[in-house]
């Protein structure tokens, strides 16, 4: 059906694992409790796909992104980049690593120096890296510029001169400017304009083609998601509940958690407006220092059983390309068992 | 039906260093009772500044200067501050897309809600709080008796907005004014908001203009359609025309750049250049910039905005000859 | 060239450098400019009263004090003291203070409480009492008194820069330098030093004019440099005010003049160095 099975497929990023607990544990009245922004995340990222991450904020879907980025230390698990553990290196053997993978940021007006000018934004890996200098480094960043559609007449301009756009356009040439193999994208969108966003993920897509890139790309519209990515991974409070292929799982959504989130999002065409299938999840997010029991979305649920409530469900695999984390899976016919398996 | 809010010719200017600079420019728009009627437009299209100045909320330095604002057939604009403040406690509403900086950190969530209904319903005490709890239960807030008491910081984003809703209904109101009422929500709670905001249209009559960016909000919730670029309006239709046969070169551009959920993945057909701020707005046709089929005319003078049917303006070029056509 | 056009843009930054160049002008050339020795007591001419005044003589611009000492000369001569203590002592502070505010907001923890704690300690005491004891164990040269004053007001510095850097860090373009994989010293000199530079400016403008009080309170103690600073003179004619009220007076408006024109020149340095300000 798709080339994602093939066996062969190198894997570029590996989790293993993987968890990120908050102590806010209260000293004064002695009980423990942790909040749980992560809990036990696996995945494996292939070399050249793209990987959406899409789920409410709070979920953990920028923490996930920080830990990929080794921004936080992990509370347990493996990061395992091109086969290599990542927690195991050291300091200096990390900064090196960093020319692998970089992010690209939700807020192009914040993740500029507002004193720096365009040329020594771009400038500033190569020349922490002493990769260029000189003319050389001038003519590099020019070809970064030149890529991401700026134009190089504009490299001795100060950030606020540009629009939230062009902004964007900077960050993603900062970027690009180590060669990087893997680049997380934290929700780069979510702050533009609507006829500036398809601008940037066309240019993300096309830069992709080009440049051979792995993108973990961290969104909540999930229409722009499934755009850009080959598949799409849903969190509900720090967990992955379901994950495939795009197509898939936009039109055969197995957990009850992604249907209700594909069922939220409006659709542009007032006709269907009538006769859409609506299943809107009531109430919130519960509170994560106090997950439910068992499944963490029985309490959201429409089809939530008794069992949901006790135990919590494994990762369960459909094909190699779809596995889901549920009890009754939606439209699941006869009693087939599904094979235990990690993404 | 008969008008509820008449806008004529609106023009907004913000006093600046560099000049006069017109946010709204020249809107014209009305709003039928019962009616949903959505403003959409990205930043700098003047769309909140226009919900702003209806109320006469225009932060300055900002300054209505043209244009009448007719609300049952009286004129806002004319009103004293006293005569203003009446109506936009008792008849119009506004909901805003952050509903924590709209609201008291340091009163309960009822307290607030209180107060605005000891101020415009005459009602004291246990009949007030019965009436806030009414309210709550109304807006779909679970243990209203709880949230009574509870602070706004204890609130989900949801259920802040939902209170928000519950405020602005308390003095019951024929007009409500959302400015972006979910962009700062989660999809799943955007949902439950747009069902309580149709609901309330459908059960209660109420007359909504709401005010987004959001195409999908639009198709879901709005009766007509104002389509505003860089303070102008461009184009204005019924929702189904809008979708079905977008008019203006931008309108169109809007609907092909948004990624669709059940859509193929080919190349998604952007706007090339950047949204104009306001200072930076060129002459001629406002989008002529950005736009595939721009001929000189464009450049040098503003299109006026064509009727080409009933319900239906564009303000572009190339309807001027179906017009003129059609007068022969 | 931008810091030319905004010289000629504001009016205000013009003053305020014509009033700085014009100081340190009058504090090099000073031997040049005074009519008379500033330490030449002439009983005969004491307590004259400015020119314009009756009983002013011509080559007594401002008068006497009542040793019959040129006041004029004298501001001349204590431009230099207290142009120096102003300018070197801010410098002092500014160079203990701003690194510790930049390693404290930027490191957090524990390096972050033990810096606090040194600061709230010297919070505790009067900035005035710390120079005594200081001055206590040094004699009281240009150079101590310099030292002294720098250290006494650092903390305000180290304060104001770490409450911006807590912020200033969160930002985006922080986090991007970090995944990058930039050092941390050049995160700190190069995104959050520019950054907080407004608020430097700010609290060194001010410093300066306290500086400059600081040190006239010193000598009026005993415990200044031992020469003429504008301090000094204003301290000794405080005695006389009543009756020879120009011997005060003067140096009080050099010392606000002074002042006001750092004031004026720090406002324009902060638009200058913003990017944002358009010429």
């Given amino acids: 059906m798709n080339d994602l099975i093939r066996k062969n497929d190198e894997i570029l990023l590996e989790l293993k694992n993987v968890k990120k607990y908050y102590d806010i544990s209260n000293s004064f009245l002695k009980n423990k409790s942790y909040l749980k922004a992560v809990d036990d995340i696996s995945l494996r990222v292939r070399k050249g796909e793209t990987i959406g991450i899409v789920g409410e904020s709070g979920c953990g879907k920028s923490t996930l992104g920080n830990l990929i980025m080794q921004m936080l230390p992990l509370t347990e698990g493996q990061i395992l980049f091109e086969g290599e553990d990542m927690s195991n290196l050291s300091a200096n053997q990390l900064r090196k690593k960093r020319l692998d993978f970089q992010m690209i940021f939700q807020d192009p007006f914040s993740s500029l120096n507002p004193r720096m000018k365009v040329l020594d934004i771009i400038a500033e890996p190569l020349r922490t890296y002493r990769i260029a200098k000189g003319e050389e480094l001038e003519n590099k960043v020019y070809s970064l510029m030149d890529l991401v559609g700026l134009n190089k007449s504009q490299a001795y301009r100060y950030p606020h001169e540009f629009s939230g756009g062009q902004r964007q356009r900077i960050g993603i040439a900062r970027a690009l400017a180590l060669n990087p193999k893997l680049i997380v994208c934290d929700e780069p969108i979510s ?12 240019l993300l897509s096309n830069l992709q083609k080009k440049l051979g890139l792995t993108y973990i790309f961290i969104g909540h519209g999930i229409p722009a998601v499934k755009y850009i990515s080959d598949r799409i991974a849903v969190m509900y409070m720090g967990k992955i509940v379901e994950i495939a292929d795009k197509n898939e799982i936009v039109k055969n959504p197995k957990h009850p958690y992604t249907e209700a989130l594909l069922s939220a999002i409006p659709v542009p065409d007032p006709k269907l407006r009538g006769n859409k299938k609506q299943t809107v999840i009531e109430g919130d997010v519960p509170n994560p220092v106090n997950p439910p029991s068992g499944c963490r979305f029985h309490t959201r649920c429409l089809y939530a059983e008794e069992k949901c409530k006790r135990e919590e469900p494994q990762m369960k695999r459909l094909h190699s390309y779809h596995q889901f984390a549920c009890h009754y899976p939606i439209n699941h016919q006869g009693g087939k068992e599904f094979e235990n398996g990690t993404a | 039906m008969s008008k509820l809010l008449q806008i004529n010719n609106l023009k907004t200017v913000f006093y600046t260093e560099e000049g006069q600079v017109p946010s709204v420019d020249n809107v014209s728009l009305d709003i039928k009772k019962g009616e949903t009627v959505a403003i959409v437009g990205e930043s700098g299209s003047g769309k909140s500044v226009t919900a702003l100045s209806i109320l006469g909320l225009v932060p300055s330095p900002g300054r209505v200067v043209t244009g009448e604002i007719l609300y049952e057939g009286k004129d806002l604009l004319k009103m004293t501050d006293k005569e203003i403040k009446k109506i936009r406690g008792n008849e119009i509403s506004m909901i805003f897309q952050e509903p924590l ?26 009949r007030a709080k019965e009436k806030v709890i009414q309210l709550l239960n109304r807006v779909g807030i679970p243990r209203p008796e709880k949230v009574y008491y509870s602070y706004p910081h204890t609130l989900s984003g949801g259920m802040r907005q939902r209170v928000m809703i519950a ?16 962009t700062a929500l989660d999809v799943t709670t955007q949902a439950q908001i747009l069902n309580l905001m149709k609901s309330l249209s459908e059960e209660e009559g109420t007359t909504i203009l709401i005010i987004t960016h959001d195409l999908g909000v639009v198709a879901e919730m709005a009766d007509r359609v104002v389509v505003m670029y860089a303070g102008q309006v461009v184009e204005q239709s019924t929702v189904y025309d809008l979708f079905e046969k977008p008019e203006h070169p931008y309108t169109k551009g809007l609907l092909d750049c948004t990624p669709k959920i059940h859509g193929e993945s080919e190349e998604l057909l952007a706007i090339e250049g950047t949204v104009p701020t306001i200072q930076n707005r060129p002459t001629g046709c406002k989008f002529h910039p950005r736009c595939k089929f721009t001929h000189e005319k464009c450049k040098e003078k503003d299109p006026e905005l064509f009727t080409i049917k009933e319900k239906q303006k564009v303000r572009c070029y190339l309807h001027e000859k179906v017009i003129e056509e059609r007068l022969k | 060239m931008k810091w030319v056009k905004m010289l000629l843009v504001s009016k ?34 004491s307590s004259l009263p400015p020119i314009w005044l009756d009983g002013g003589e011509s080559t007594y611009l401002l008068g006497t004090d009542n040793l019959g000492r040129d006041v004029f000369s004298r501001i001349i001569y204590g431009s230099q003291i207290s142009m120096l203590v102003g300018v070197c002592s801010v410098l002092v502070a500014g160079l203990i203070g701003i690194p510790v505010g930049l390693i404290s907001g930027y490191y957090g923890g524990l390096v972050d409480s033990l810096l606090m704690r040194i600061v709230d300690s010297q919070i505790a005491i009067p900035s005035i009492l710390l120079a005594l004891v200081i001055l206590g164990f040094m004699n009281p040269t240009l150079l101590t008194i310099i030292f002294v004053i720098g250290v006494s007001s650092w903390i305000a510095y180290a304060r104001v820069v770490r409450s911006e850097v807590l912020s200033l860090k969160e930002r985006e373009y922080v986090k991007a330098a970090k995944t990058m994989g930039v050092r941390h010293s050049f995160i700190m000199t190069r995104h959050l030093l520019p950054n907080v530079f407004s608020s430097i400016i700010v609290i060194s403008t001010i410093n300066v004019a306290t500086s400059i009080i600081t040190e006239s309170s010193l000598s009026f103690l005993g415990l200044g440099p031992q020469s003429i600073s504008w301090g000094s003179i204003l301290s000794e004619g405080r005695d006389y005010l009543a009756t020879n009220w120009w011997v005060a007076t003067f140096p009080g408006i050099a010392i606000t003049v002074t002042v006001l024109g750092i004031i004026l020149f720090g406002d324009w340095l902060r638009d200058v160095l913003d990017p944002r300000t358009e010429v």
Avoid at chain 2, 104 to 123: A, R
């Fill in chain 1, 191 to 202: 702050a533009l304009d609507v006829s500036i966003q398809a601008q940037i993920l066309n």
């Fill in chain 2, 101 to 126: 900086s709209a609201l008291n950190p340091v009163l309960t969530v009822g307290k607030q809600i209180q107060e605005s209904i000891e101020l415009h319903q005459k009602k004291k005490g246990k």
């Fill in chain 2, 167 to 182: 405020m602005a209904l308390s003095c019951r109101p024929k007009l409500i004014i959302a400015d972006e009422p979910t």
């Fill in chain 3, 12 to 45: 205000v930054g013009l003053i305020g450098v014509i009033i700085i160049i014009l100081f340190t002008f009058t504090a090099i050339f000073a031997p040049l400019i005074v009519p008379h020795d500033p330490t030449e007591v002439n009983l005969g001419k």
